[in-house]
């Protein structure tokens, strides 16, 4: 079965940090672009972070820039955003995605499950 399964939300303080881990299952994600996605509550789903597979280039949202860290771990088959100096603004249940490309894009094909992330005091 193809399946992307993320873990690694929670609850964190405001100025804390979480790892969120996006790893595959019935197919190598070493292959495929990955992006991670987050959706607040009454809001649209966004982008946050992209990784291509041509020279491992990123992308991030401005939002985000500076405080997050996509990255890939091939022999784990799976990737991760790190997040640091979170903000309550940061609340959102997060998703990862692939799709059938080696570029970041603006569409994917396999979707995660989600995780939750709520940054609060």
């Known amino acids: 079965q193809l399946q992307l399964v993320e873990s690694g939300g929670g609850l964190v303080q405001p100025g804390g940090s979480l790892r969120l881990s996006c790893a595959a299952s019935g197919f190598t994600l070493n292959y495929y672009a990955v992006g991670w996605f987050r959706q607040a509550p009454g809001k649209g789903r966004e982008v946050v972070s992209c990784?291509?597979?041509?020279?491992?280039?990123?992308y991030y949202a401005d939002s985000v820039k500076g405080r997050f860290t996509i990255s890939r771990d091939n022999a784990k088959n799976t990737v991760y955003l790190q997040m640091n100096s979170l903000k309550p603004e940061d609340t959102a249940v997060y998703y990862c995605?692939?799709?059938?490309?080696?570029?970041?894009?603006?569409?994917?094909?396999?979707w995660g499950q989600g995780t939750q992330v709520t940054v609060s005091s």
């Open positions: 995605a692939m799709r059938d490309g080696l570029l970041c894009s603006n569409e994917y094909d396999r």
């Open positions: 990784i291509s597979v041509t020279d491992g280039a990123t």
